[in-house]
């Protein structure tokens, strides 16, 4: 299939919407690729604002969310008038806005209600960001359409933490966006990541880091040729550079080696982008939109090398849970109960270990502040809470065929505690839990021991 006969959805970061020369770079991506579908996420830094303007206004702290309102208004006409916005697209803004202000006094009137407003809140800032790049694409020659993804990603109403629902996103696209990108002469679609609604058309949002995912959501339910995921670095590497300067470009990933990557930490990939993507075996191209001429990853169903050791990553700030009862000795259906607490609760764990009487599992940190899962754990047997750790993943193939691995991961890690190993349920990952703090200290030794080859 030709270039100009793919169908390509591409994704823009916050750093690609920063300003207003971030944008005209990423229109000038747009233009080169001929995306037929844009998600775009909010100007960098909005959503944080955004989010500290509600918790001023939930609490009472009116001047403050004013404060911060005047704020993200200013920076989005600053941008406005460097693009040359029409009047329309101002009239746009300005009505954004002012939902935005009445929002955060519904939010302080209405606190019985304050995660389905806070929900309304959180997605202004992408609706701002694809109005502007919206015109922005008009500016560079491209005949564009925005158009709003609530109408499409329908999901339940689990508010800040939504869940697709497949069937009807995919009914939708084909009744209001398929139409669009199929059209004789198709506009270039801008819309948003990160929101959705109910089926009553409450806006809701999928969690942070979920444009990505409503990305690769869009890409599936149009069966697109390809994902494009544009952000501030040029695509995915053996491990995190700001740790390891020797960190090395991945040019090719396996979507197994991608999952992996981006569950145990890897920042650049977010996990349930890959999920749709995997459903459709869609390729993904990672890759900067500040340099797009340097190149990227991509990320296929097959690859052309599987090297044992792909890349090391590093997941902060980990607890580990262990629940300790003579229940589980010689029993069946002990860890049924135990996983069923985490579905309930909608919690992943990352790893586990088992012995005769006890089961421990990593949990991020957060997870701590679900007092209620931690309740019913308790119910189960004895439950120890152990904080401040860190998880170390040795990403690649066949890592639980291979003999020898485990010395050298264990001679370069001679003088570091490792609390907890993790191996053997996947050919794909090999993980330890260290102290925090010692975690980059073992990431680089191992990518130097392992990818770099330093001898024995």
Known sequence: MSKDNRLIVSKFGGSSMADATAMNRSAAIVAGQKSSVVVVS????????????????ENGRKPEADAIVKQIR?????????????????????????????????????PDQSLRIRDAIYG????????????????HGLSSRYFDAAS???????????????????????????????????????????????????????GRGGSD????????????????????????????????PEARPIRELSFQEAAELATFGAKILHPSMLIPAIWRETPVYVGSSINPEEGGTWIYRDVGEAPLVRAVTIRRKQSLLTITTPDMLNTYGFLHKVFKVFNDHRVSVDSITTSEISVAMTVDDVTLEDHDMLRELEELGRLHIEKSYELVAVIGNNINHTAGLARKMFKALADINVRMICQGASKHNFCVLVDEGRGEEAVRRLHAKLIEGDVD
């Open 213 to 244: 995912y409503s990305a690769a959501i869009m890409a599936w339910a149009l069966q697109a040729d390809v994902l494009e995921i544009w952000t501030d670095v040029g695509g995915v590497a053996t491990t995190d550079p700001r740790i390891t």
């Open 124 to 139: 202004i800032g992408e609706r701002l960001s694809s109005r502007l790049f919206t015109e922005c694409l008009e500016k």
């Open 42 to 57: 909010a100007t960098y830094g909005t959503t944080n604002q955004i989010i500290e303007a509600a918790g001023h206004a």
């Open 74 to 110: 200013d920076k989005h006409y600053e941008i406005a008038d460097e693009l040359g916005a029409s009047d329309a697209v101002r009239d746009s803004l300005e009505e954004l806005l002012m939902e935005f202000e009445s929002l955060l006094t519904d939010l302080q009137n209405f």
């Open 152 to 206: 499409i990603i329908r999901t339940d109403d689990r508010y800040s933490r939504a869940t697709p629902v497949f069937d009807e996103v995919e009914r939708l696209s084909n009744e209001h966006l398929k139409p669009l990108v199929e059209a004789a002469t198709p506009e270039t679609i801008v819309t948003q990541g990160f929101i959705g609604s109910t089926a009553l058309g409450i806006r809701t949002t999928l």
